[in-house]
């Protein structure tokens, strides 16, 4: 990798490091310090956003994982947040577990459903695997309205237990604010350390080319298996964390159209970038917001057909942008950010 002029490395370990210089250190303490100080002059509006955004950048996190390093198609991804979802709520509220305890088995239910459902990528793969996990999508969300209505509380909302550590409540706004955002940061980690090991490198052969990296030794059953595994895993700890913040959830908070919209989000953040899913959770986050707040203005500006497209404004500038990042800039705005730390590392030099 390329540093500033001028900067080269003398070690190994100075080559491996994620912070490249002592600039790029001091930008993310100031970043860190920033967020923690946050909640004192931010309003609820602003820590709502933040919460709800970064519990979708860790679902995204998996997605990227599975399709955007991997290329393993999955557009039920909402699905997997929902196994998580209704696993850790059922441990919690029938079980009594702690809740330490209950979100890691969240993910690991997801985890192995994930396992189930990427079964079929041994042998398909492209549209048709696409096809297999929009049936996981329907599947699971059957699963949890029909056969144990009791328990899972079919189409009915279930109630979340509190979130409780030790004697400690989560129960506003800024608990889940300090809470989510230390998640984030742990699962990012986590992710960015796994492209960095052998296995990410695995799945980055495996997308671009299967069959050779298969000539070259790796397990390519093995290797989608895991992706499935660890992309559903994530999505499980964001949908165990999604329903303690929500408090109340139901089989309509993990829609096709939810899945639909986070491949949307990755395509416009960047696949194969961890970077990725910060960007496009924070794009379509803020084009939703400000979609909402135009939507008065248009139906003001015309009242025959307002209404009409003031309902429908967030899907139709979602839809305008997904196509313009796919005809302009398909590789997503994380794609421009590597471009611009390119220029800064390069400069003074033209090329």
């Known amino acids: 990798m390329r ?9 190994y370990i100075q080559d491996m490091t994620i912070f490249r210089t002592k600039y790029y250190s001091a930008g993310m303490v100031i970043l860190i310090l920033f967020f923690l100080i946050l909640p004192v002059f931010g309003s609820e509006f602003w820590l709502t956003f933040i919460n709800s955004t970064a519990v979708t950048v860790i679902a995204l996190q998996g997605l990227n994982i599975l399709t955007g390093y991997c290329g393993q198609i999955s557009i039920g991804h909402t699905a997997f947040m929902a196994v998580g979802a209704y696993s850790s709520t059922i441990l919690a509220a029938q079980f009594e577990l702690p809740f330490w305890l209950c979100l890691p088995c969240g993910g690991l239910g997801a985890g192995l459903a994930g396992i189930l459902f990427g079964l079929p990528s041994l042998r398909v793969k492209g549209y048709y695997l696409a096809l297999t996990t929009i049936a996981a999508q329907y599947l699971i969300i059957y699963m949890i309205k029909t056969p144990f209505p009791e328990i899972t509380g079919g189409a009915i909302a279930l109630n979340v237990p509190e979130v409780k550590l030790g004697s400690f409540v989560l129960s506003t706004e800024t608990h889940f604010y300090y809470f989510i955002l ?39 059953y093995k290797g989608k298996l895991l992706a499935f595994f660890i992309g559903c895993f994530y999505a499980g700890i964001a949908g165990s964390i999604w329903a303690d913040y929500v408090r109340v959830i139901s089989p309509d908070d993990f829609t096709l159209t939810s899945s639909i919209w986070q491949i949307g989000m990755l395509i416009i953040g960047g696949l194969g970038s961890t970077l990725g899913p ?26 025959q057909l307002g209404a009409q497209i003031s309902a429908s404004l967030v899907e139709m500038t979602f839809g305008i942008a997904v196509i ?11 794609h421009r950010w590597e471009i611009l730390k390119e220029s800064y590392r390069l400069w003074p030099f033209s090329y």
């Open 3 to 11: 540093r500033v002029s001028g900067v080269f490395d003398t070690s």
């Open 182 to 220: 230390m998640m984030l940061a742990v699962m990012t980690f986590f992710a960015k350390s796994l492209m960095r090991s052998h296995f990410g490198r695995a799945f980055v052969a495996i997308r671009d080319n299967d069959i050779a990296s298969e000539a070259m030794g790796i397990n390519l």
């Open 324 to 334: 313009l990042f796919l005809v302009f800039e398909p590789r997503g705005i994380g």
């Open 278 to 303: 910060f960007f496009g959770a924070i794009f379509i986050g803020a084009l939703r917001e400000t979609c909402v707040i135009c939507g008065p203005w248009v139906t003001s500006i015309i009242p």
